[in-house]
């Protein structure tokens, strides 16, 4: 063997040294460095010291911010904890906040690093537009309702009349469901509020049940129905019903029902009498 392959073999083995003895600082370094991030992670001034809830009730409120206090229980991936100022799950936490309480139609997060790491949820509830009931005319099994159609809280035992009430359409748990769409919804309750409101008709609507796919049966106090339909337009059909209940003998506080489903044809049913088509 050669000096030259000697010396070639010699100097191999010392950079292979110093390349493994760089390797091994650099990774002392890096963990080192990791450590001391997670330590620094894990410290008070890093980290959320108090959850508060407001601007709902007060079981609302205390309901949601121990719900918050468990999520940002535990870390990412063993190392990171969830309650970390920079790191917590702010869109998360939101999403899982209305998913979990469907009263709450409405929540934001602030946090105020300079307030001892309080983090504020405010919460927006619902509003009750009448209640969503399994069977109509039944004091029982009864959910409020927002203007909007959202199902959010079970109500309780009402008299008929008191609120408005709206039944059919939702199957199963009601609690979280839309009854209808929003805008069909819209519409229908601005037909509704034009029939309370016209002295022409002198009609107090007390309920909505949802009939089949575009059909309604619209309950008044003197215990008479209005079957309608929004498929040709709810304009067509306040003009029939008004154009109806001006024939002579027609009264709603008399009748049975009146139906008002089929263009150009009105059929009606006196609560002591045969049905009659106009």
């Known amino acids: 063997m050669s000096a030259k392959t000697v010396r070639s073999s010699k100097l191999r083995k010392k950079r292979r040294k110093v390349f493994f003895l760089k390797m091994t600082t650099l990774f002392l370094v890096i963990l080192g460095f990791l450590g001391g991030l997670v330590y620094a992670l894990h410290t008070n001034r890093l980290t959320i010291q108090e959850v508060r809830a407001e601007g709902a009730q007060d079981f609302l409120n205390d309901r949601a911010e121990e719900y918050v206090q468990e999520l940002l229980a535990g870390s990412y991936f063993g190392l990171m904890p969830k309650e970390n100022i920079l790191l917590y799950p702010k869109r998360s936490i939101e999403e899982k906040v209305l998913s979990k309480f469907p009263r709450v139609q409405k929540v934001s997060l602030e946090l105020d ?14 509003r009750e537009n009448g ?27 009402y008299s008929d009349g008191v609120i408005f009430a709206y039944g059919g359409f939702i199957e199963e748990d009601p609690l979280g469901k839309q009854y209808l769409d929003k805008e069909s919804l819209m519409k229908i309750n601005s037909f509704v509020r034009a029939i309370e409101s016209s002295a022409d008709f002198e009609i107090e609507p007390v309920a909505l049940e949802y009939v089949r796919e575009g059909e309604y049966k619209l309950i008044t106090s003197s215990g008479g129905y209005i079957f309608f339909s929004d498929t040709y337009g709810l304009q067509y059909a306040y003009d029939n019903l008004q154009v109806s209940l001006r024939e002579e003998g027609v009264d709603m506080k008399t009748l049975e029902y009146i139906d008002i489903r089929i263009p150009n044809k009105v059929f009606y049913k006196h609560k002591e009498g045969e049905s009659q088509e106009l």
């Open 131 to 157: 209640v969503w009931c399994r069977a109509l005319g039944e004091e029982k099994d009864c959910y409020f309702i927002d203007k909007e159609g959202y199902v959010f809280a079970p109500a309780p035992v």
């Open 113 to 126: 690093p300079f307030k001892e790491q309080v983090l504020t949820l405010s919460l927006t509830e619902r």
